[in-house]
C-alpha cells in the first residue's frame, strides 16, 4: 500500500464505554475520550463537521468548504486531519481530491459517552 493511501485509512473508533454518569471511565477510554473532545472543542472544527454533515449527499471535499470559512485551504485540510485523526469523519481520496464524510458511529459513540445527563 502506497504512502499516501495508508494515511487515509479510518482511525479507530473513538470510545466503546458506557456513559461517564453510570462508570467511571478506564484510563485508556478516558484519553480515547479526550481527543475526540478536544477536537470537537474547536469552532472551526465543530463547523466543519456540521458543514460536511449537511451537505449534499453527506459528505464533502476541502473546496466544498474553503467558502465558509477566511481561513486558507491549507488551514482547512490541517482541521480536517484533525477530525479524521479524532474518527469523526472518514476520507477518500478520488484523483487530486479527498472526500470527507462524518462518521456516524462516532458521533453516536460520543452521544452515549455523554448519555445519561439528568438535571
Known amino acids: 500500500m502506497s504512502k499516501s493511501l495508508a494515511a487515509l485509512e479510518p482511525s479507530r473508533p473513538v470510545a466503546c464505554c458506557s456513559p461517564?454518569?453510570?462508570?467511571?471511565?478506564?484510563a485508556e477510554d478516558?484519553?480515547?475520550?479526550?481527543?475526540?473532545?478536544k477536537a470537537l472543542a474547536d469552532p472551526v472544527r465543530l463547523r466543519l463537521l456540521s458543514l460536511v454533515a449537511a451537505h449534499e449527499d453527506g459528505e464533502a471535499c476541502v473546496c466544498d468548504l474553503n467558502d465558509a470559512f477566511d481561513l486558507s485551504q491549507p488551514t482547512i485540510s490541517h482541521h480536517l486531519k484533525l477530525?479524521?485523526?479524532?474518527g469523526l469523519v472518514h476520507r477518500e481520496k478520488r484523483g487530486v481530491w479527498v472526500y470527507y464524510r462524518v462518521s456516524t458511529a462516532a458521533l453516536a459513540d460520543v452521544a452515549q459517552l455523554l448519555g445519561g445527563v439528568s438535571s
Open 20 to 26: 461517564v454518569t453510570r462508570a467511571a471511565l478506564s
Open 30 to 37: 478516558a484519553d480515547r475520550a479526550a481527543h475526540v473532545l
Open 83 to 86: 477530525l479524521h485523526e479524532a
